[in-house]
């Protein structure tokens, strides 16, 4: 399977989902860290419906509305969701196109690759932000927490998000730093 199907079976391991509610979970829950297309999610919903991984329920409204979709994740999608959460591997797929520039920066001036680290410094910081308002609120809730609560994995992960942020941060200024001293690695 997919790795977008088993971001769509998180989600609703945790609750039942409308359409545009796992479109809205998908950019902030797991958006920081897993990136999918808009595009991809409704085919996706419908082939795992067809193979048995979810079941949909129409909720009818009592307006001009049109009918609510509610997408609930099935015993078999539950079962296969856990299978895939403790089978090896999944850290061949990380990707981050910044390094690419950055491993060819040698090519550019470094006025302009300063420019550019700053400003990708910039929005690493603003992700670091989100990332610690989340681990606020979620914290809140920690007191009562125990490992088996969807609580407990999202803290987990947003400590992750915490700390990547942080040493991506500190990649950045490092990198600044060198192209100002004009490449050289101590002074």
Request: aromatic share 10%; glycine share 6%.
């Amino acid at each position: 399977m997919s790795s977008i199907r088993y971001a769509l079976l998180s989600l609703l391991a945790r609750e039942p989902l409308s359409g545009y509610d796992i479109k809205q979970h998908m950019n902030n829950r797991l958006g920081p860290f897993w990136k999918v297309g808009s595009n991809q999610v409704y085919p996706e919903l419908a082939k795992m419906e067809g193979e048995g991984l979810l079941k949909l329920h129409v909720i009818e409204q009592h307006s001009y509305r049109p009918a609510r979709k509610l997408y609930e994740i099935t015993e078999e999608g539950r079962e296969a969701l856990i299978l895939w959460t403790i089978e090896p591997g999944g850290v061949e797929n990380f990707r981050d196109d910044f390094l690419l520039k950055a491993y060819n920066s040698w090519l550019v001036e470094p006025e302009k690759m300063i420019a550019q680290i700053e400003d990708i410094k910039k929005q690493h910081q603003e992700r670091l932000n989100a990332y610690l308002d989340k681990v606020t609120e979620l914290t809140q809730l920690q007191e009562t927490l125990k490992n088996d609560d969807p609580i407990f994995s999202s803290i987990s992960v947003v400590e992750f998000g915490v700390n990547y942020e942080r040493l991506y941060i500190e990649w950045c200024e490092n990198l600044i730093n060198r192209f100002k001293r004009g490449g050289v690695l101590k002074q």
